[in-house]
Nanobody, 123 residues
């Protein structure tokens, strides 16, 4: 599956953004899709994950502020980001794999990745 992120931009602290990840095709069952981010000089971090059972997983740093969702009709994954902070500044990537468990050990090997979209939060 090919993935393409969009929706990034430059915003001020406290603002909101919604990232989209358009998929060329959708895995109908037993799938996990996720958002990762990577800031300069830092390792890639798993921000939010969603599987076809509706289970969601969030990094502690974004719980209560970010929401991951999927629109099967549009073949699109979303990340609603509210109350953005400067530390949310990073390149955000979406990932997908035909695996029902979103444990990183299952998701990361062989996952499909998008090209990334930049989010900058600054006053």
């Amino acid at each position: 599956v090919q993935l393409a992120e969009s929706g990034g931009g430059s915003v001020q602290p406290g603002d909101s953004l919604r990232l989209s990840c358009a998929a060329s095709s959708f895995i109908s069952h037993n799938w996990c899709m996720a958002w990762f981010r990577q800031a300069p000089g830092q390792e890639r971090e798993a921000v939010a994950r969603l599987n076809d059972y509706g289970h969601t997983f969030y990094a502690d740093s974004v719980k209560g502020r970010f929401t991951i969702s999927r629109d099967a009709a549009d073949k699109t994954l979303y990340l609603q980001m509210n109350s953005l902070k400067p530390e949310d500044t990073a390149t955000y990537y979406c990932a997908a794999k035909a695996v029902s468990s979103c444990a990183l050990g299952n998701l990361l090997p062989g996952a499909s990745w998008g090209q990334g979209t930049q989010v900058t939060v600054s006053s």
